[in-house]
């Protein structure tokens, strides 16, 4: 029997249980966006000049793009002169142990459930962590160091390691590629960097815990991931926000690199802010997520976990670039109240013989709009390309609603492409079944959802998967009606 | 151990139960038969709770507690088990994670602590045997892709697992192959003792040769029109419903 199986036990609070502020010392940039803020926030992280630069000429970019219209969104207008750029916890020096860390920022690991030193203990995770926008402190940074990986914050990265940076940096997801991917590249401000050197296989997960804090800030975190020829990594982050009533702006990039044999697994629980019952608040997490399988070979697995956000717009996505390359996304997508979300994933098959596989769960509650928007593209030079997709909806009661946008682009007749898609309502025939046999209807319902996520929840790391179906029992409370 | 007084229930204003009386004691064995379309499977989600009924009319007592008030879990957790006639599937759940919660919540009900898994699984596999499943059930999803016999045979699996004081089993022998009719009946027979009562739903004889009832009740429009001992089950195999029909019209 799988024992993860059976976390269904202690039921929290309904309330977003994240969203308490940390009292610390920050330290901002004044509001707005120009060249000026963004040379401030280059020389505040000691960045050399080919980083200041290449932040102003994706500024350029951005001021002549237009902001995204998607039909399937309700998106308040966003003035991006009033947001802040930077915010960072003072003093901003890296830390060497836990005891220089702000104490006020420990007692926030510890209500996020996250004490670093458990976490080294426990699980042998090794762990960045994010707040607001300057990377706090790196965990493990030693046993890594042995075994040639280099996993640190981006902005050490720019410092430390230059060259990689500045050879992969918008290698996959270029300045120009959307509106929010420009935002993010002229002001990004910190975010993690890891490498793989060949034929190295990570021995343990790595991650980065992301946190807004301040008010009136966006965080633009940037994630420059390279597995060298041979080489696997499993990668986690885990996102949390306080509650607020404004609108706070997540627009994070994310960037994969896969070399010849080598295996990704990038792994996220998404739990920003999703705004009050009536709508109002909440985060808006527009994110681009790309890798690219360059060797042949290698694969890229996205697994997703999101119950947060007032909004996401999110598509994590594989380049199939190398011959027999493989992509996976595997999502679980829950929106309860006034929550949208839009999510989904793009597969490019270029190179031959590559593969893909989608399973997609999107549950919805209250008056929620969950969409998944997926594309296959299978180039001419893709023989005997395969792809794979379940797209499955859950609808928790009749006033949410739930769509599914599956494109296909086939230019090679070799191709096979499959996608299935159902959508259910969770039935009172079950509901009763389950009680008759002693659950309450919550516990039902949870056991339900849980079974309908199984597949994608099994991809979590054990560590994680505990966490996702707390979440997901949490934010599931009350949904019945 | 239940006391069902005059129970009138219906649904979508359609009077279904029209003032039902049923008494069972600790350790009895109730047959109920009757014609299609009279009420039996109503009156077991009724006893177990289901939602959407109009109770009009009526008391029921089981074991002292005022069943109709509680809710399902309620009165599952006090020892009420239905084997349902047609048994839903649950994907992604596997029976011992479903089967665990249930025990779990029936013992936290009881201020028992929860049951340690390698006790659990002896208790499964105990059980399992009783029913002669096979043993990759365990991790497969409840009911799904099950022939319609082995979800029947599941539900005795969750009765025997749960144990409870009062089970109510709706035509569990349908759809069953003679094995696996003496399974399950089996499967019962093994869980009778003094403290443990059944109610039957059957429509046929072959099913009272292997459990044997203390009682036999006809249901005829919604009410119990005659009561006997096994012998009763015997004479309506012989002679069909109509003699009773008539009966009750006569009255
Ligand atoms: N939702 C409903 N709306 C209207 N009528 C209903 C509903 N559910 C049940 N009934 C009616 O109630 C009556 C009793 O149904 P019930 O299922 O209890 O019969 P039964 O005795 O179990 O029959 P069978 O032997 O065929 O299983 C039937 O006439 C049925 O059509
Ligand atoms: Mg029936």
């Known amino acids: 029997m799988n024992e993860t199986d059976q976390i269904l036990e202690n039921i929290g609070t309904t309330e977003y249980k994240y969203g308490?502020?940390?009292?610390?010392?920050?330290?901002?940039?004044?509001?707005?966006?120009?060249e000026d803020i963004i040379r401030f926030i280059s020389e505040k992280k000691g960045e050399p000049e080919w980083m200041t630069e290449w932040r102003l000429k994706a500024y350029k970019v951005w001021s002549r793009m237009k902001a995204p219209n998607w039909a399937h969104l309700n998106l308040r207008e966003i003035d991006y002169q009033d947001i802040i750029y930077y915010a960072a916890p003072k003093p901003k020096e890296e830390k060497k142990s836990l005891d220089e860390v702000?104490?006020?920022?420990?007692k926030t690991f510890e209500k996020l459930g996250i004490s670093l030193e458990e976490q080294k203990r426990l699980s042998g995770v090794a762990m960045d962590v994010v707040v607001d926008s300057v990377s706090v402190k790196t965990t493990f940074q030693k046993t890594l160091k042995e075994k040639g990986i280099i996993f640190c914050s981006m902005s050490e990265a720019i410092r430390e390691h230059g060259d990689l940076v500045r050879q992969y940096i918008g290698s996959v997801v270029p300045a120009n590629d959307n509106f929010f991917a420009a935002l993010n590249s002229a002001v990004f401000s910190d975010g993690s960097f890891c490498y793989i050197p060949k034929g190295v296989r990570c021995p343990m997960e790595l991650s980065t815990y992301?946190?807004?804090?301040?008010?009136?800030?966006?965080?633009?975190?940037?994630?420059?991931?390279?597995?060298?020829?041979?080489?696997?990594?499993?990668?986690?982050?885990?996102?949390?926000?306080?509650?607020?009533?404004?609108?706070?702006?997540?627009?994070?990039?994310?960037?994969?690199?896969?070399?010849?044999?080598?295996?990704?697994?990038?792994?996220?629980?998404?739990?920003?802010?999703?705004?009050?019952?009536?709508?109002?608040?909440?985060?808006?997490?527009?994110?681009?997520?790309?890798?690219?399988?360059?060797?042949?070979?290698?694969?890229?697995?996205?697994?997703?976990?999101?119950?947060?956000?007032?909004?996401?717009?999110?598509?994590?996505?594989?380049?199939?670039?190398g011959d027999g390359a493989i992509g996976e996304f595997y999502s679980v997508a829950v929106t309860n109240n006034y929550q949208q979300a839009d999510t989904g994933t793009k597969m490019e098959h270029i190179g031959k013989n590559t593969t893909s596989r989608i399973v997609s769960k999107g549950i919805s509650m209250g008056k929620s709009s969950n969409s998944y928007r997926g594309l296959v593209r299978v180039h001419k030079t893709a023989d005997n390309a395969r792809n794979f997709s379940q797209c499955d909806s859950l609808l928790m009661n009749p006033s949410c609603g739930a769509h599914t946008f599956p494109y296909m682009e086939v230019h090679n007749k070799s191709a096979k492409v499959e996608h299935e898609a159902t959508t259910s309502k969770i039935g009172d025939d079950i509901l009763f079944y389950c009680q008759q046999r002693g659950l309450s209807e919550e516990q039902a319902v949870s056991m339900i959802v849980n079974g309908f996520c199984k597949e994608v929840m099994d991809n979590l790391?054990?560590?994680?998967?505990?966490?996702?179906?707390?979440?997901l029992e949490i934010s599931l409370e009350g949904s019945v009606g | 151990m239940l006391d069902i007084q005059n129970l009138k229930a219906g649904i979508n204003g359609k009077e279904i139960l029209k003032g039902l009386d049923l008494k069972i004691g600790a350790g009895e064995v109730h047959a109920i038969m009757g014609p299609n379309g009279t009420g039996k499977s109503t009156l077991g989600n009724i006893l177990s709770g289901r939602d959407g009924y109009e109770i009009t009319d009526g008391y029921v007592d089981f074991d002292g507690l005022n069943l109709l008030e509680m809710d399902p879990e309620e009165r599952a957790q006090a020892g009420l088990f239905m084997a349902f006639q047609y048994?839903?599937?649950?994907?992604?759940?596997?029976?011992?994670?479903?089967l665990k919660s249930a025990v779990n919540e029936i013992r936290k009900a009881r201020g028992e602590e929860p049951m340690p898994a390698p006790q659990f699984l002896k208790l499964l596999r105990e059980k399992m045997a009783l029913v002669e499943m096979k043993k990759d059930f365990i991790g497969r999803s409840v009911?799904?892709?099950?022939?319609?016999?082995?979800?029947?045979?599941?539900?005795?699996?969750?009765?025997?697992?749960?144990?409870?004081?009062?089970?109510?089993?709706?035509?569990t022998d349908?759809?069953?192959?003679?094995?696996?009719?003496?399974i399950v009946a089996n499967g019962v027979n093994k869980l009778r003792t003094p403290n443990n009562s059944f109610i039957v739903i059957t429509h046929y004889q072959r099913l009272l040769d292997y459990i044997v009832p203390d009682f036999v009740h006809v249901m005829y429009e919604g009410r119990i029109v005659k009561s006997g001992d096994k012998t009763l089950a015997l004479e309506l195999e012989a002679k069909g419903y109509d003699w009773i029909k008539e009966e009750f019209a006569a009255i």
């Open chain 2, 87 to 98: 048994p839903v599937e649950i994907p992604g759940v596997s029976n011992a994670n479903f």
């Open chain 2, 143 to 171: 009911n799904v892709g099950f022939s319609g016999g082995e979800k029947k045979r599941n539900e005795i699996l969750q009765m025997a697992v749960l144990n409870p004081k009062l089970a109510i089993l709706d035509e």
């Open chain 1, 102 to 106: 702000d104490p006020e920022l420990l």
């Open chain 2, 174 to 182: 349908s759809g069953l192959d003679i094995d696996a009719l003496r």
């Open chain 1, 461 to 471: 790391p054990m560590e994680f998967a505990v966490e996702a179906r707390k979440l």
């Open chain 1, 210 to 321: 992301f946190r807004i804090n301040a008010a009136g800030t966006g965080q633009f975190e940037r994630t420059l991931l390279i597995c060298d020829a041979g080489g696997y990594v499993s990668y986690l982050e885990g996102c949390t926000a306080p509650s607020r009533d404004e609108n706070q702006l997540h627009a994070a990039v994310v960037e994969l690199i896969c070399m010849d044999d080598a295996e990704i697994k990038y792994s996220t629980v998404q739990n920003w802010y999703p705004g009050d019952k009536d709508g109002k608040g909440g985060v808006y997490n527009l994110v681009t997520k790309r890798g690219k399988c360059q060797g042949n070979n290698s694969k890229i697995s996205w697994t997703q976990v999101e119950t947060g956000s007032a909004i996401t717009w999110k598509y994590p996505s594989c380049l199939l670039i």
């Open chain 1, 20 to 34: 308490f502020v940390t009292d610390i010392e920050q330290e901002f940039a004044p509001k707005g966006l120009n």
